[in-house]
């Protein structure tokens, strides 16, 4: 049983404003939560332009329920209704025009801001201990907007959702045993239908929203429980005042909230110039194939998913089966490397050993094909993100105290991922296709050398407070 109830006095001459606070307070920490998350959160002084981006993914989640909830207003999930539904809303329903490319403009922004959310944190070290479960907290989101932003983009029932709908399910088929009855169950048919568009409605409009709603406040509650990383890669919690706060530390609010509506309005103005005069950014935000009825009876000449999968989907294309050879010798030359230059124990090298010639069998024409290990790859250029905790072994978290070098692998890195977005939106000439392959090598090498390369080279000295020089 809890103790007596004790209200909280107030002047009687407070505010009404005052008063209702502390009213709510007595019953529900308002005031506690908005202190802890925000209002009195010591951040870091030295926060710099990158550190934008995790508002402005808050702002856009935020722009896309908004809007999502008008455009459900007036949308008919059904496949003989969905297209006709949105050139309703596009030409008949005030303002509609607004909120369906406020919402398709917000989903390619979206991917703008958590693919730069992400680069601060790769440039910074923000997954380093102890930030993993932060890291891993994100990378369920990304997983989850993945998710939210391909159910999404079958919603409008154009030749493009339909049939890059009909391209991505069927690569669950290649999966062994279970992939034909898991593309079914996918689908709920054996073609893309009525079936499917439900289904994937119910997953766009109610499931996914609410998982990254969830996601999100764990994100933030588990940023907020260890500190805010920064430029330097300090722990400010090691140095701090009389009253314990950090003395390299600064509140959030009002020195960072005024930085980010700041950085809102920037936002809001490039937001603002794409929805007015660019919605279909040339073809890479809105496809022009989308403008068309979905039909099944007539396929594009090149089906292409969003560019914000396109690295990915390079990354499937690239798997063709003289590739296989490559990717074999690759596997060898690691598993010797590891061999040669690891400290493992003994058992580990040989369980590595054992992996590597099981992967060089499975990969083997006769054994299992290229379309299967193009969907390993796939998932797998993805799930590696996941592993950056524990792959980076750098004395320092930030690249400013990392050998020079280090940079130009980051921008390598970065190119290769540019690289492969660009080439994913492409018809796959063999000119292309040979790009592409050696990007997807370079872009796995950057990850599974990191052990490696991430402790070469001459560090600089990491100093013991924050450097800043005030603007």
Not at 207 to 235: F, M, Q, R, T, Y
Request: hydrophobic share 50%; glycine share 8%; charged share 10%.
């Amino acid at each position: 049983m809890g103790g007596p109830f004790k209200e909280t006095q107030v002047p009687a001459n407070a505010p009404v404003g005052h008063k209702a606070l502390a009213w709510v307070d007595d019953r529900f920490p308002l005031s506690k939560l908005w202190n802890d998350q925000w209002g009195k959160y010591y951040a870091p002084k030295n926060f710099n332009i990158w550190y934008l981006f995790g508002s402005l993914a808050m702002l856009v989640l935020v722009l896309q329920i908004v809007t999502g909830i008008f455009l459900t207003m007036h949308y008919k999930p059904d496949a003989n209704l969905a297209f006709g539904s949105v050139e309703y809303i596009m030409r008949e329903v005030p303002w509609g025009w607004l909120v369906r490319y406020m919402h398709s403009t917000g989903a390619s922004m979206f991917f703008i801001v958590v693919y730069l959310h992400m680069a601060r944190g790769l440039m910074y070290g923000s997954y380093r201990k102890p930030r993993e479960l932060i890291w891993l907290f994100g990378f369920a989101i990304f997983l989850c907007l993945m998710a939210e932003a391909f159910f999404g983009y079958l919603l409008p029932w154009g030749q493009m959702s339909y049939w890059g709908a009909q391209v991505i399910v069927n690569l669950f088929g290649a999966i062994p045993v279970i992939g034909p009855d898991l593309s079914l169950w996918i689908r709920g048919d054996y073609v893309v239908s009525d079936a499917t568009l439900n289904r994937f409605f119910a997953f766009h409009v109610i499931a996914l929203p609410l998982v990254i709603l969830g996601l999100v406040a764990a994100h933030l509650i588990a940023l907020h429980e260890v500190g805010s990383n920064n430029p330097d890669g300090i722990e400010i919690k090691d140095n701090l005042d009389a009253d314990g706060h950090p003395v390299d530390g600064i509140m959030s609010h009002p020195y960072y909230s005024t930085k980010d509506f700041f950085g809102v309005s920037v936002f809001l103005l490039i937001f603002s110039a794409i929805v007015f005069f660019a919605p279909e950014m040339g073809g890479y935000f809105l496809e022009y194939n989308n403008f068309l009825p979905a039909d099944s009876m007539k396929t594009p000449p090149h089906i292409a998913p969003t560019w914000y999968f396109t690295p990915f989907y390079s990354v499937l294309r690239a798997t063709t089966a003289d590739f296989m050879y490559v990717l074999m010798a690759a596997i060898a030359a690691y598993v010797v490397f590891i061999w040669l230059k690891s400290r493992l124990a003994y058992k580990t090298k040989i369980a590595v050993a054992v992996i590597g010639l099981v992967l060089i069998v499975g990969m083997l024409p006769q054994v299992l094909d290229a379309k299967f290990w193009g969907v390993v790859l796939f998932g797998s250029s993805v799930v590696i993100i996941a592993l950056l905790p524990w792959l980076d072994h750098s004395p320092a978290r930030s690249i400013r105290y990392r050998p020079d070098w280090h940079k130009y692998v980051y921008i390598v890195f970065a190119l290769c991922f540019v690289t492969l977005g660009y080439l994913g939106t492409q018809l796959p000439t063999p000119a292309y296709t040979i790009l592409s392959q050696v990007a997807t090598l370079l872009y796995f090498a950057f990850f599974l050398l990191m052990p490696w390369w991430s402790t070469m080279g001459q560090f600089k000295p990491v100093p013991t407070r924050l450097t800043f020089t005030p603007h």
